[in-house]
């Protein structure tokens, strides 16, 4: 059992920027790639980002190319996500995901853990 505890979610401005982490815990020996998903009301879920766990390399949804970086801290089995230039189309619940295939999270199965979510709220 993997558990994940996002944070960092709040309300900004257009333009601003944030940070979001994800901590797991648990039966993480298992895990290849983890990332970020997020769903807008009334709109599908979207994959925004994905790391490689061992190898690092990361992918992007073409949205948030070039504004958003995923990282992450294997010593604090943390990844984060660095929000920069924040536009209101972003508004959404920022969802942390895991599992054992390889990257990005967005294809094929979908991924097997999630975190509860952290809302993140960008006004104009």
């Known amino acids: 059992q993997v558990q994940l505890v996002e944070s960092g979610g709040d309300s900004v401005q257009a333009g601003g920027s944030l940070r979001l982490s994800c901590e797991r815990s648990g039966n993480t020996y298992s895990i290849v790639c983890m990332g970020w998903f997020r769903q807008a009301p009334g709109k599908e879920r979207e994959g925004v980002a994905s790391?490689?766990?061992?190898?690092?390399?990361?992918y992007y949804a073409d949205s948030v190319k070039g504004r958003f970086t995923i990282s992450q801290d294997r010593a604090k089995n943390t990844v984060y996500l660095q929000m920069n230039r924040l536009k209101p189309d972003d508004t959404a619940m920022y969802y942390c995901a895991a599992h054992a295939y390889a990257c990005p999270l967005w294809i094929g199965s979908p991924p097997r853990d999630w975190g509860q979510g952290t809302q993140v709220t960008v006004s104009s």
């Open positions: 790391i490689d766990t061992s190898g690092g390399r990361t």
